[in-house]
């Protein structure tokens, strides 16, 4: 049920992203705003930024899984290996990707 | 061992609403959940309320939520679940008193999709022959004993008890499946529907909540992927 809850969690996460940067960019062109502006600090802390690669990864390789379930049902009864590969795939992935991203904002890249 | 079991309680001609009553009982690690509900319904408190038929993992009777875990009370043992347990009825179905909950509403989802053998002949002069492999197909679905652990660990039928439910769809599969059976295309029909197959989102709850094992998930799957592809592989 973790796989299923997370997937819906960064789901929304995805939604929450991607309407913050529709509002402060339409805000930002139109009027210039202070509080646009302000909106695109929250999405662009690195804090966020961790979140939103998690959402993002985490909700695309999950899934894959999903849909090979669905594809091929006999892999059903394998499911916890399944879940298992997921987090192998995902783990080096994102740990890479925190790694360049922490990489960069100490030397300023 | 002493045990503390925290069981839900409701009696609607006198509560208001459901609250929890705490009992310690002296056990053994090997005793199950119903030995200890059995010691409080006869030592403690005679008005506690469950279901229990068989005690033996076949009538289906006391499936409830332990730990928060839907199993079968004649299957779970003390030393699984520890010595501080909580007894609750299974989620999804009204509550009519304590541990009992109002099947009906599990039942009809079962009937509506024909659990039952649909032949060709009216009157057949001999024995319809199956090979094993044809019997194979479907052994994992006829081993439901209609518990209804499975259903009631579901989310998607928590939040829509309109969702006709894993246990309805393991009881279909078991027919569709069947070599024999002719009324396979009339029961995907009645599963393709917005509260069938579709409502799985393969959270695997079923699966692990079944006290026979039953790769109920896996059962689910092959049905859609029968529906969409219009074949029974």
Redesign the interface.
């Given at each position: 049920m973790l796989a299923w809850i997370l997937h819906r969690i960064t789901g929304l996460g995805m939604i929450v992203f991607v309407s913050l940067h529709v509002i402060s960019s339409f805000f930002t062109q139109e009027m210039g705003s202070d509080w646009a502006i302000a909106i695109n600090t929250v999405y662009e802390s690195i804090y966020f930024q961790f979140f939103i690669v998690f959402c993002v990864l985490y909700h695309g390789i999950n899934g894959i899984r999903i849909i090979i379930l669905d594809l091929w049902p006999r892999m059903l009864q394998y499911q916890k290996e399944m879940t298992w590969l997921q987090w192998l795939v995902f783990v080096p992935i994102y740990g890479l990707t925190i790694f360049i991203m922490i990489q960069k904002l100490i030397t300023g890249g | 061992m002493k045990v503390t079991l925290k069981i839900f309680r409701y009696n609607p001609e006198t509560d208001k609403k459901p609250h929890y009553d705490r009992f310690v009982v002296e056990a053994e690690a090997t005793d199950r959940i119903l030995d200890l509900l059995e010691s409080i319904k006869n030592y403690q408190d005679g008005t506690l309320s469950y279901r229990r038929s068989c005690a033996h993992g076949i009538c289906g009777s006391d499936a409830m939520r332990i730990n928060g875990v839907n199993r079968l009370a004649c299957k779970a043992l003390v030393k699984d679940v520890g010595n501080k347990v909580t007894v609750e009825p299974i989620l999804g179905l009204p509550v009519e008193k304590d541990l009992i909950v109002d099947m009906e509403p599990f039942f009809d989802h079962y009937r509506s999709v024909m659990p039952y053998f649909v032949g060709g002949e009216e009157n057949p002069k001999k024995e319809q022959m199956q090979s094993p492999e044809d019997r194979e197909r479907f052994d994992d679905t006829t081993k439901c004993i209609l518990c209804a652990a499975c259903t009631t660990s579901c989310?998607s039928f928590w939040a829509s008890g309109e969702y006709i439910g894993p246990s309805a769809m393991v009881n279909a599969h078991r027919f569709i499946f069947d070599s024999r059976d002719q009324a396979a295309a009339e029961r995907l029909k009645i599963l393709n529907d917005q509260y069938g197959v579709y409502r799985c989102?393969?959270?695997?709850?079923c699966?692990d909540a079944c006290p026979r094992e039953i790769?109920i998930?896996?059962a689910i799957?092959?049905l859609?992927?029968a529906i969409v592809t219009a074949r029974l592989d």
């Open positions: - | 989310p989102h393969t959270i695997f709850n699966t790769q998930t896996k799957g092959e859609k992927k």
